[in-house]
């Protein structure tokens, strides 16, 4: 049996709202995929910020805007929210997590991957904060005309960094008390991002670039700016990201038959049996890598700047050992072998993305709420 987190386990991205929606997964129950509530209270998961990722095709018209998919999948969380108030509660500040906690749920909060979600209208962020929303990724890997992502080929159209239009967002998210979240931002738009912040930063799911060059992770100067900023990187489960041979494997697993052959009857569950297919037949990458990115983060941004952001149900495979929702324990043995002292364990495992929580979103007094 997996022992639990010995700490509450603070996830910072999860993608499993998709589930639900596209293929009727009831997430209050155990499902497919890697994440779901049950597994989630059984791996110690205190606190985890479910994503509205809206797939770029969305944003035709002919496909509704991606701003309709994004409240249809926020609605999502709320219908999760609804039938299972045993299980999780929407949480929006510091002393409605508190009341989560005390209560015995898990503290549920809903956010957003990807600014194409707002339709370069502030007054959309306004309606998503008061939908709950308190987390958005300010790009995904689509970029933007107003913000820049790590992508290449950016076209004529795409800024250095933040427009004005989006150094705006980032100014309007501090005030409503929403946490900015810069994975898949370009590194100018990373920047850009920190000299307009007033609030501390997360980048919600992202690895470290000196132990593989991928551009969605962080290299050492970015984590030491997140120091600075009193902000966190979380550190995602995501193989590609986390290896260069687990990249190369994944490369190999998809141009397989049986791979290609793969179907479904939707995108949602096309992905679903992509994923379930890779974990089995690609050569396992080791728990230990997963390790060595946190290891080197505390190196660099130091212990109170380092966190988890699995990205469950946005990536194909995991890693040997944290396949699921159920394995959060896992994280914390690896790291007391390591000789992480219990109070680095309850800082990484979640207590320094609540500190950021706490500090962007506000006790929950009047002031800070709308």
Not at 55 to 65: N, V
Not at 95 to 106: F, K, M, S, T, V
Not at 210 to 231: K, M, V
Not at 294 to 313: P, T
Request: hydrophobic fraction near 35%.
């Amino acid at each position: 049996m997996i022992p639990a987190s010995p700490y509450p386990v603070f996830d910072a991205h999860v993608d499993s709202l998709q589930r639900q929606l596209d293929l009727g997964h009831d997430l209050g129950t155990r499902t497919d995929g890697q994440l779901d509530l049950v597994r989630g209270r059984e791996g110690g998961l205190g606190a985890v910020v479910l994503v509205n990722w809206v797939d770029p095709k969305f944003i035709a018209p002919e496909l509704g805007g991606a701003r309709a998919r994004t409240l249809a999948l926020l609605e999502q969380f709320h219908v999760l929210t609804r039938a299972h108030p045993e299980l999780i509660r929407r949480v929006g500040n510091a002393r409605e997590l508190d009341a989560a906690r005390a209560a015995g749920c898990i503290a549920g909060i809903p956010g957003i991957e990807g600014g194409h979600s707002l339709e370069e209208s502030l007054e959309h962020l306004h309606e998503f904060f008061d939908g709950g929303v308190r987390v958005l990724t300010l790009v995904w890997n689509n970029h933007l005309r107003w913000i820049r992502s790590c992508q290449p080929n950016p076209g004529p159209e795409v800024p250095e960094g933040l427009s004005d239009f989006g150094r705006s967002v980032v100014r309007e998210m501090n005030r409503l008390g929403m946490v900015i979240d810069l994975s898949h931002a370009g590194e100018r738009s990373f920047y850009d991002t920190l000299e307009v912040s007033d609030r501390p930063v997360i980048a919600s799911h992202s690895g470290c670039k000196r132990l593989h060059g991928h551009q969605r992770n962080l290299d050492d100067e970015q984590l030491c700016a997140l120091r600075q900023n009193g902000g966190v990187v979380g550190i995602v489960f995501c193989v590609p990201f986390l290896s260069a041979e687990g990249q190369a494997e994944d490369a190999r697993v998809r141009e397989t038959p049986g791979y290609k052959a793969l179907t479904g009857r939707n995108d949602t569950e096309l992905f679903l049996r992509q994923g379930q297919y890779m974990q089995e037949n690609a050569q396992p990458l080791p728990l230990e890598v997963v390790l060595e990115h946190i290891d080197h983060a505390v190196s660099v941004a130091g212990i109170d700047h380092v966190g988890l952001g699995s990205d469950y149900d946005g990536i194909l495979r995991t890693p040997q050992g944290v396949e699921d929702a159920g394995c959060y324990g896992r994280i914390a043995q690896g790291l007391r072998a390591r000789g992480y002292p219990d109070e680095a364990l309850r800082k990484i495992l979640g207590g320094n993305m609540e500190r950021v929580f706490r500090a962007v979103t506000g006790p929950g007094t009047r002031a800070h709420e709308r």
